[in-house]
């Protein structure tokens, strides 16, 4: 079977991890070419055919629309069985290009239904995943908003790190993310400085990620005379998962967060908001914590119980099972899922 994966860019980002996982199982049975039309940062391994479509040649207010003419004609030319695209905007562009041809169309969303905030724009997405073939989501929250749709799965994003639970811990209390505001650090720093400064005395607090929040971040953090420690941008953010003993995920709202799983491979302790993501990964008490809301309150509370309890904290680490994410177990449920439609 002929496979087309599209994408809009190759940055750094949990559809991209995706798409280099597909492309290389999907690879073993399956004819695969993937498609970007922005820009290709070489940070993955892609199997198979490459191509890079530009349909954004220039920015004129026709292109708006030549865009669908030369995503049509190139789909025509390639004829794939199915396309699997990636992101709303992508999804949308793919939908609308391809009405009418012959190739099953599955699209897939990695963003919470919520975070789209035009209303217009909403109302796009949601009358153009109608018309595809099927919805791939990342929680139960997001299937149920996308109940409209006539066959909407979930199928989670992989882990990629292998488990290293016995690992010796420092006292570190890590967060990893974009320091943009949906990330949620002005709640987080507002949290900690909620804790009494006993406790966190002889934690080290980091924070790893960069954004256009980083010196807003850094000048609240000082104000609120916290110590904290920003990293920037990291690339090799398994040796600070090594070392960290709790990592906190404060988002505002997140689909998934990968952080969570790549932290429990590690034997970290988890905490985060109540976010769809984390309450689809995560078991309340069992294996994280999740805060009863998003207020700072609650989630200082969350970090207290875990610095405090040092046998919460090893149940915590011990009740984490992440079978249910590996890379075999994601593949194949794509597999059921090509094969469902290849029978229609």
Known sequence: MKIMLVISALRNGGAERVVELLSCELGKNHQIETIYFEENLNLYKISGKLTHLNIYENRSYLSKFSKFLKIRAYVKKSNPDIIISFMDQTNINLIISTIFL??????????????????????????????????????????????????CKIIYNPLYLKAQNSIKK?????????????????LYLEALAL???????????????????????????????????????????EELYQRA???????????????????????????????????EILRDNIDALIAKDFSPK???????????????????????????????????KWEELIKELKGK
Not at 176 to 183: A, D, T, Y
Not at 202 to 228: C, F, H, M, T
Not at 300 to 325: G, P, Q, T, W, Y
Request: proline residues 2%.
């Open 102 to 151: 012959k190739p099953k169309i599955i699209a897939t969303e990695h963003v919470s239904y919520n975070l789209l905030k035009s209303r217009i724009w909403r109302k796009i997405r949601d009358i153009s995943y109608r018309f595809c073939d099927a919805l791939v989501v990342l929680s139960k929250v997001d299937k149920e908003y996308y109940n409209f749709v006539k066959n």
């Open 170 to 186: 420092e006292k570190l209390i890590l967060s990893v993310g974009r320091l943009e505001p949906v990330k949620g650090y002005d």
């Open 195 to 237: 804790i009494d400064k006993n406790l966190l005395n002889g934690y080290k607090i980091i924070i790893a990620g960069d954004g256009s929040e980083r010196k807003k971040l850094e000048l609240k953090a000082k104000n609120l005379g916290l110590d904290i420690e920003f990293l920037g941008h990291i690339s090799k953010i």
């Open 298 to 332: 609650a989630l200082s509370n969350s970090i207290i119980r875990a610095i405090k309890d040092e046998n919460l904290r090893e149940n915590l680490v011990k009740n984490i099972n992440l079978d249910r994410f590996s890379s075999q177990s994601i593949v194949l």
């Open 245 to 279: 003993e709790i990592l906190v995920l404060p988002s505002l709202s997140e689909a998934f967060g990968n952080v969570l799983n790549e932290a429990g491979a590690y034997g970290v302790v988890r905490i985060s908001t109540p976010t769809a993501g984390a309450l």
